[in-house]
Nanobody
C-alpha cells in the first residue's frame, strides 16, 4: 500500500521561501510513478501545482512557473517542492499525490489515487 507523508509547511512573509517534502513508502519511486503537488483553499477546487514522473519530466501551473521547483530524490524515495518568491495567494493546504504508472502524468486531481494528509502554507503580506 502506497503511503505519502508531507512535511515542511509553515508561515512565511511574502517573498520568502519554503520547501515541502513528500516521503513515499510502499512503492519504489523509480518503478513507474507520477507524483504531484496540489493545493486547496476553502471553497475552491483542488489545484495542481506541479508534477514529476519517474523519468524526471515536470509540469507546472502557470501561476508558479519560475518560482516553484519540483524535484525527486530516488535514494530517499522523496519528492520536494521548493517554493521561492512566495505570495499571499500561495496560501493554501498543500497535498502530495501519487499514481503508479509508466505513462507520464496528468494534471487533474481525480487521476491520482494516493494522497497525503496535507501541510498548511501561509504567506503573509
Amino acid at each position: 500500500q502506497v503511503q505519502l507523508a508531507e512535511s515542511g509547511g509553515g508561515s512565511v512573509e511574502a517573498g520568502g521561501s519554503l520547501r515541502l517534502s513528500c516521503a513515499l513508502s510502499g512503492h519504489t519511486y523509480s518503478s513507474g510513478l507520477c507524483m504531484g503537488w496540489f493545493r486547496q483553499v476553502p471553497g475552491k477546487e483542488r489545484e495542481r501545482v506541479a508534477n514529476i514522473d519517474s523519468g524526471g519530466r515536470t509540469n507546472y501551473a502557470e501561476s508558479v512557473k519560475g518560482r516553484f521547483t519540483i524535484s525527486q530524490d530516488d535514494a530517499k524515495n522523496t519528492v520536494y517542492l521548493q517554493m521561492n518568491s512566495l505570495k499571499p495567494e500561495d496560501t493554501a493546504m498543500y497535498y502530495c499525490a501519487a499514481r503508479i504508472t509508466s505513462l507520464g502524468c496528468y494534471s487533474y486531481s481525480s487521476w491520482y489515487n494516493y494522497w497525503g494528509q496535507g501541510t498548511q502554507v501561509t504567506v503573509s503580506s
